[in-house]
C-alpha cells in the first residue's frame, strides 16, 4: 500500500509537471484573454471596454491581431498556413521570443518586412533564414473575377523574408508565420478591422482576478463580441490534458486496489487463525458486530498505516525533484529534469481515494464471520 500510493503521488505529480509545461509553451501563443466577435472573423475594436481595459491595473498590456489561413509558397514549394499579423506592442512585449531558436524576431527594418516563422513549417518548405529567396504570401482580392489565362492576377500578394523560426510544439510549429500587421492588412484588404484583441494580464494576477476580469469586460461588451480565457481558445487541448489526467489517476488506483487485496488474503486468514478467539470472545459476551469490527479496523488501520507511508515518500521524492532535478530528461529536451508540480489537491484527494477503498477491502472478510 505504501509504494502504490508513493507511486499515485509521483505519477499524478509528474503528469502536473507536463502539463504545466505544455500550459506554458501555448502561453506563447496565447493570451490570458482574447476578445473575438460572436459571428464572423472580423470587427473594428471600439467602446468604452477597451478604454476600461487601458486603465485597469492588472492588464499588462492590450494588442490587436489580424490574421487568416493564406497560400504560401517558396523557391517553388508551396503549402497553407495560418498567418497572424501583430502590431507594435505585440512585437515590444511578445513572450514569442523566448523560443527563437534561429534568427532574431524583428518583423519589420526600414521599409522591409520580415516574417517569423515555426520551425516545422521552415522545414516543410526547405527555408533558411540566411537563404535569400522571399517567402510569398497570396490571397484572393475581394469580389475580383479569377481569369483563367493568369489566375494570379486576381491574388493579392506580400513579399517578404524570414527573420527568424520558433519552436514552441508540433501543432503550432507547423501552421504558424508571424508578420507585421500592416502586411495582413494590405493581404486582406483591411483598415481598420482586427480579428481579436489579446489581453495579458499582469504577472501573478490569481485566476480568481482573471474571473472578475473576464466578467467586467463582458458586460461591457454588446453581445456580438465574446471574452475568451485559455481554456476557451483551445477547448479540445485542455479538455484532453483534464481527460487523460483523469484516466492516469484511474489506472493508478486501479492498481492500488489490486494491491489493497493482499490485505484482504491476510486479514481472512488472520480470520480463520482466531477462530478459537473470536468463540471466546463471544463467551465473555462480545457481540457479532463488535467482532466484526476489531478485524475491520485492524484491516484499515493496516491500509492507513500504509497510505501514511506511502504519502511521505511521494510528496518528499516529489519535492526532492522540483527543487533538486535527480532525475534529468534526455539531452535536446526543452527542460533539463523532469517536470514536477505537487498539487495538495491531489494528495488529499489520493489519500481519501485510498482510505475508502481500504475500508471497503477490510469490510468485506470481516463480514464473512459468524
Known amino acids: 500500500?505504501?509504494?502504490?500510493?508513493?507511486?499515485?503521488?509521483?505519477?499524478?505529480?509528474?503528469?502536473?509537471?507536463?502539463?504545466?509545461?505544455?500550459?506554458?509553451?501555448?502561453?506563447?501563443?496565447?493570451?490570458?484573454?482574447?476578445?473575438?466577435?460572436?459571428?464572423?472573423?472580423?470587427?473594428?475594436?471600439?467602446?468604452?471596454?477597451?478604454?476600461?481595459?487601458?486603465?485597469?491595473?492588472?492588464i499588462d498590456y492590450m494588442c490587436t491581431v489580424l490574421q487568416d489561413n493564406v497560400f504560401v509558397s517558396y523557391d517553388g514549394k508551396q503549402t497553407t498556413a495560418l498567418v497572424k499579423g501583430v502590431d507594435e506592442i505585440y512585437q515590444q512585449n511578445s513572450i514569442l521570443n523566448d523560443y527563437v531558436c534561429d534568427g532574431n524576431f524583428t518583423l519589420v527594418i526600414g521599409e522591409r518586412n520580415y516574417a517569423a516563422m515555426g520551425r516545422s513549417l521552415a522545414s516543410s518548405l526547405g527555408l533558411d533564414i540566411r537563404f535569400i529567396a522571399p517567402l510569398l504570401l497570396y490571397f484572393p482580392q475581394k469580389d475580383a473575377r479569377i481569369s483563367l489565362l493568369n489566375p494570379l492576377a486576381s491574388l493579392h500578394?506580400?513579399?517578404?523574408?524570414?527573420?527568424?523560426?520558433f519552436a514552441v510544439n508540433q501543432?503550432?510549429?507547423?501552421?504558424?508565420?508571424?508578420?507585421?500587421?500592416?502586411?495582413?492588412?494590405?493581404?486582406?484588404?483591411?483598415?481598420?478591422?482586427?480579428?481579436?484583441?489579446?489581453?495579458?494580464?499582469?504577472?501573478?494576477?490569481?485566476?480568481?482576478?482573471?474571473?472578475?476580469?473576464?466578467?467586467?469586460?463582458?458586460?461591457?461588451?454588446?453581445?456580438?463580441?465574446?471574452?475568451?480565457?485559455?481554456?476557451?481558445?483551445?477547448?479540445?487541448?485542455?479538455?484532453?490534458?483534464?481527460?487523460?489526467?483523469?484516466?492516469?489517476?484511474?489506472?493508478?488506483?486501479?492498481?492500488?486496489?489490486?494491491?489493497?487485496?493482499?490485505?484482504?488474503?491476510?486479514?481472512?486468514?488472520?480470520?480463520?487463525?482466531?477462530?478459537?478467539?473470536?468463540?471466546?470472545?463471544?463467551?465473555?459476551?462480545?457481540?457479532?458486530p463488535d467482532v466484526r469490527r476489531i478485524f475491520c479496523m485492524e484491516g484499515w488501520f493496516i491500509t492507513l498505516l500504509g497510505m501514511f507511508a506511502g504519502l511521505v515518500a511521494g510528496v518528499a521524492l516529489c519535492l526532492a525533484q522540483e527543487h533538486f532535478g535527480l532525475v534529468s530528461m534526455p539531452d535536446n529536451f526543452i527542460v533539463d529534469s523532469y517536470p514536477v508540480v505537487l498539487a495538495w489537491a491531489d494528495v488529499a484527494f489520493s489519500a481519501l481515494s485510498i482510505a475508502v477503498i481500504g475500508y471497503f477491502i477490510a469490510l468485506v472478510p470481516s463480514k464473512r464471520i459468524k
Open 171 to 288: 501543432d503550432i510549429d507547423s501552421k504558424l508565420i508571424v508578420v507585421d500587421q500592416q502586411v495582413m492588412r494590405r493581404l486582406l484588404s483591411k483598415e481598420d478591422e482586427v480579428s481579436a484583441v489579446e489581453i495579458r494580464l499582469s504577472e501573478g494576477t490569481s485566476a480568481r482576478r482573471m474571473g472578475k476580469i473576464k466578467k467586467e469586460l463582458q458586460s461591457r461588451l454588446s453581445d456580438g463580441f465574446r471574452v475568451l480565457d485559455r481554456a476557451q481558445q483551445n477547448p479540445s487541448l485542455y479538455k484532453m490534458l483534464v481527460y487523460e489526467k483523469a484516466a492516469v489517476y484511474l489506472i493508478m488506483l486501479f492498481v492500488v486496489l489490486i494491491l489493497g487485496f493482499s490485505i484482504f488474503g491476510s486479514l481472512s486468514m488472520l480470520i480463520m487463525d482466531k477462530s478459537d478467539d473470536i468463540d471466546i470472545l463471544k463467551s465473555m459476551g462480545m457481540t457479532l
Open 157 to 165: 500578394e506580400e513579399r517578404l523574408w524570414p527573420c527568424c523560426e
Open 1 to 58: 500500500m505504501a509504494v502504490g500510493t508513493a507511486a499515485l503521488i509521483i505519477i499524478l505529480s509528474v503528469y502536473n509537471g507536463f502539463d504545466a509545461l505544455v500550459k506554458t509553451m501555448m502561453s506563447s501563443v496565447e493570451p490570458d484573454l482574447m476578445i473575438v466577435p460572436a459571428q464572423g472573423k472580423f470587427f473594428v475594436p471600439e467602446g468604452d471596454a477597451y478604454a476600461w481595459a487601458q486603465d485597469c491595473p492588472d
